[in-house]
């Protein structure tokens, strides 16, 4: 097939190279290079520079709305567009311009988690299960009906990086599957069970030991590695980015034994955690440098 690609992160560059061994790539469209890095320097993202790797054809327009840019999509004659957090919202016009239409690779189990943080917040709420859906995509958000899905157990230490991966080779698998049988049914989302997984706030990052100690390892779990969450240490912000539930109680904050940290009911243990300016390390190896009071 001749194939659209439109991505821009880490998680949709497996997607990429699966595409690439067995089908015609006619473009690439990803989000601009970003200032990143210490100096502020523009710098590709993951799906362009695995592109040029590649030698794709690489465009990044600002936006998909202007009678050019619909027109210079329409005419690479694509039999189908195949789309996974690209970051840009695509117009009726270039939803109907592939033969095929446009695939959308959504890491949730849909109605559940439309939206831009789909693996952060299964997590956070405390989802046993989540999954990868190939839908077809139509004008709203995240509602097209879906041509395939499949379903994974969430892991009760796991983290968004850890799920993030195994979604990521799951949607590679899924599309590959999903283009070898074309046409397929599509089966609309159901009216109920939706929900909308919201761009996470880094305001939300930081914890508070106040809540049960399910949330607030959810939330750790959740926001790992990005954006982290975090608790000040003597003035220090210090990133938690594993943990597991503990026996133990206490005041909320107060520290019981190594990095086990009393919370509303309950108690958490840090098992992974990132002082500033350094690496992620185990909380064993933290705390042979890290003084922490009683209470946090």
Known sequence: MKIIFMGTPEFSVPVLEALHGAHEIVAVYCQPPRPAGRGKADRPSPVQARAEALGLPIRHPVSLRSDAAVADFAALNADVAVVVAYGLILPQSVLDA???????????LLPRWRGAAPIHRAIMAGDRETGVCIMQMEAGLDTGPVLLREAVQIGAEETTAELHDRLSALGARLIGETLAQLPLPATPQPAEGATYAAKIDKAEARVDWSRPAVEVDRLIR???PFPGAWVEVNGERVKLLRSRLAEGRGRPGQVLRGFTIACGT?????TEAQREGKKPMPASEILRGLILPEVL
């Open 266 to 270: 309950g108690a958490v243990e840090i």
């Open 222 to 224: 959740g926001l790992s």
């Open 98 to 108: 592939p033969r095929l239409g446009c695939l959308n690779i959504h890491a949730s």
